[in-house]
C-alpha cells in the first residue's frame, strides 16, 4: 500500500515532535528536595556559657517494652530548643530521649544504625563519665564516644554505667515508703546509694555529647519529673517524664570545657 507524500510528511513531523517531547521529559532534571539541614553556624553566645533546660516533656504514655523510636523527643543543644520529629533524619537535633519513659538517651549519628539519626548527616554521639559536673574539663577523644545510655545497673532494669537510677522497691535511694518506689533519679547530682539503712556508695554522672554539627557539650541531669528537681522531693505521683539539666557548650575543636565568668 502507497502513502501519500503529504502524509509521509505529516507522519514524519509527528514522530518528530513526539521524540523531542520524549527527549525534553528526559533531559529534563528532577527537582531537588529540600534539604532538612540548618547548616546556620551556631551562635557564638551560646558557648562557654552555663545553661539550663527545665522541664523539657517527653512521652507520658507507656506503649510497652516495644515502644523504642515511636515516642522519642529530640532536642539541639546548639539552640536550646525541642525539634520536631519531622527533622528526625537531619542535623538539627543533637539528644534523643526514647524507649519507656524516654529513659534512653542517644545522639545523632547518620552512620551509625543503632542511632535514631541514621541516615542524617549528624556526626554526634555521646559518652558517660563517673565524675561530677564541674570536675569534668578535658574532652575525650571521638573513638570513646557511643551512640546512647540507659539507665545505670545499680537500680533496676539498668545496664552499665548509667545516667540515672531506677528504684523498683523504693529501698535502693528511697526510705522504704510505698511513696518511693518505682522512682527514678538522675545522677547529674551526687547521690547516695543505700541497702534500705546503710549507706553503700555514692552515685555521680555526666554526660559528654558531641553534638550532630561536631560542637562538644557536657551534662549534668537534674529530673525527670515536672517541677521537682530534689530528690528527697521525687516520689511515685510525681509528673513525668519532664527533663530537667544544665549543660556546657563549646566549639568544635575544643580540647576542654571553659565557663565564661
Not at 195 to 207: A, D, H, I, S
Request: aromatic share 12%; glycine share 8%; with cysteine.
Amino acid at each position: 500500500m502507497k502513502i501519500s507524500k503529504i502524509k509521509y510528511i505529516t507522519f514524519l513531523s509527528a514522530s518528530i515532535l513526539l521524540m523531542n517531547i520524549s527527549c525534553s521529559k528526559k533531559e529534563k532534571p528532577e527537582a531537588d528536595e529540600p534539604s532538612l539541614d540548618d547548616n546556620t553556624p551556631t551562635d557564638a553566645s551560646m558557648f562557654y556559657q552555663l545553661q539550663r533546660v527545665e522541664n523539657f516533656g517527653g512521652d507520658t504514655e507507656y506503649d510497652g517494652p516495644v515502644d523504642g523510636a515511636r515516642n522519642a523527643i529530640f532536642f539541639s543543644l546548639d539552640t536550646k530548643k525541642g525539634i520536631s520529629e519531622n527533622y528526625q533524619k537531619s542535623n538539627r537535633w543533637d539528644l534523643s530521649f526514647s524507649d519507656i519513659y524516654n529513659a534512653k538517651i542517644g545522639s545523632n549519628n547518620g552512620k551509625s544504625t543503632s542511632s535514631l539519626g541514621t541516615g542524617s548527616s549528624g556526626i554526634g554521639g555521646i559518652y558517660i563519665t563517673e565524675k561530677p559536673f564541674d570536675e569534668v574539663i578535658d574532652i575525650p577523644a571521638d573513638s570513646e564516644f557511643k551512640t546512647s545510655v540507659f539507665l545505670d545497673s545499680n537500680g533496676s532494669f539498668g545496664d552499665g554505667i548509667g545516667w540515672a537510677i531506677y528504684d523498683f522497691t523504693g529501698t535502693t535511694i528511697g526510705n522504704g515508703d510505698d511513696n518511693k518506689a518505682h522512682v527514678c533519679y538522675a545522677l547529674g547530682n551526687p547521690l547516695n546509694l543505700n541497702n534500705g539503712k546503710t549507706l553503700v556508695r555514692t552515685l555521680v554522672r555526666t554526660l559528654i555529647v558531641k553534638t550532630a554539627k561536631g560542637n562538644y557539650a557536657k551534662i549534668k541531669m537534674i529530673s525527670l519529673y515536672k517541677n521537682v528537681f530534689a530528690p528527697i522531693d521525687m516520689n511515685r505521683q510525681s509528673e513525668s517524664p519532664f527533663f530537667t539539666f544544665e549543660y556546657i557548650l563549646v566549639p568544635k575543636g575544643s580540647t576542654k570545657f571553659e565557663i565564661n565568668q
